[in-house]
């Protein structure tokens, strides 16, 4: 028997890198989702197919060449293309001649799932259309990672990117889109929630909103409060790193008839009923046109 004594030492942790040799993958394109923020968080499979694909391309080639360097994941000779917004029109042809022979290619953006608000939608487009397969990977996303964690109803929701940057557009779109009976989600950089925030406040300022940003990094932080109760927040004027923000959908607005009037008759004073019902229903967050028969029947009675 060996006393422990005489054992030899174990050796000492390292990597496990993935196999050098890669089976070869079926020809097509495939979207690989990539982590947020926490590198462990890619699945088993997207691995497996960086590391078989004929061809790599990535928005950020460094970002890519990072990920596979902490996978132990060997480029072997192969190639990361940069493909993204400025440069797909001149990079795609590449990409599809290699579809167009036979070979795999990978693309990855820059962190979370390809097309998501992130570059990707035309390359699929044009691979499908010339007859090539467009494997999904699926895996980390900010979007649903936000929405999974906010506590807002999940059943319904609506994914919306970036609102506008300048302050008409901005309230113009969120008008359009807080009507709609879903849970919102969108994207905003950190220093320009505030805005969005104050614009909110003129909408619906009692709105449950729930920002969430640095989604699985170390940093990772989420903010929960009505519209009105974020945008007197400190906390808020210094946020920084990715931002989602996801926005509980409408409740049932109850307006009382007198009140409706008063408002109906405040802006028949200055504008045609068509306009006067247009911006009541707005301000009142009322169907347009129960609102505009009610001006009609007001309008009827002077």
Same mark, same amino acid.
């Given at each position: 028997m060996t006393s422990r004594s005489d054992r030899p030492d174990p050796e000492p942790a390292r990597r496990i890198a993935a196999h050098v040799e890669a089976a070869r993958l079926q020809a097509g394109l495939y979207l690989v989702a990539t982590p947020i923020g926490a590198a462990r968080d890619i699945?088993?499979?997207?691995?497996?197919?960086?590391?078989?694909?004929?061809?790599?391309a990535a928005e950020d080639t460094r970002v890519l060449r990072h990920l596979m360097d902490i996978h132990g994941i060997p480029l072997r000779?192969?190639?990361?293309?940069s493909y993204h917004d400025h440069n797909g029109d001149r990079a795609r042809p590449a990409l599809l001649a290699a579809l167009a022979e036979g070979g795999s290619v990978a693309y990855c953006s820059d962190a979370g799932t390809p097309l998501v608000a992130d570059p990707g939608y035309r390359l699929a487009l044009d691979a499908a259309e010339a007859g090539a397969r467009?494997?999904?990977?699926?895996?980390p996303s900010a979007a649903l990672a936000a929405l999974s964690l906010s506590g807002l109803p999940s059943d319904r929701f609506l994914f919306l990117g970036f609102p506008p940057s300048t302050a008409t557009a901005r309230q113009t779109w969120l008008r359009k889109w807080l009507a =709609?009976?879903? @849970? /919102?989600?969108?994207?905003?950089?950190?220093?320009? =929630?505030?805005? @969005? /925030?104050e614009d909110l406040c003129q909408i619906d300022p009692h709105r449950i909103t729930v920002i969430a940003r640095e989604l699985t990094k170390k940093f990772e932080e989420v903010i929960r409060g009505t519209a009105a109760e974020l945008a007197a927040d400190p906390?808020?004027?210094t946020l920084k790193g990715e931002v989602v923000m996801v926005l509980d959908r409408p409740s049932e607005v109850v307006?009382?008839?007198?009140?409706?009037?008063?408002v109906l008759e405040r802006h028949m004073a200055t504008m045609s009923i068509k306009d006067a019902a247009r911006e009541a229903a707005q301000e009142l967050g009322l169907p347009r046109r129960d609102v505009y028969q009610r001006a009609l029947e007001l309008g009827g009675q002077k």
């Open positions: 699945t088993l499979r997207a691995l497996d197919v960086l590391n078989g694909a004929d061809l790599l000779g192969r190639r990361i293309l467009v494997h999904a990977l699926p895996g =709609v009976d879903s @849970t /919102l989600i969108l994207f905003e950089s950190p220093r320009r =929630v505030n805005r @969005t /925030l906390r808020i004027a307006v009382d008839d007198d009140r409706l009037r008063q």
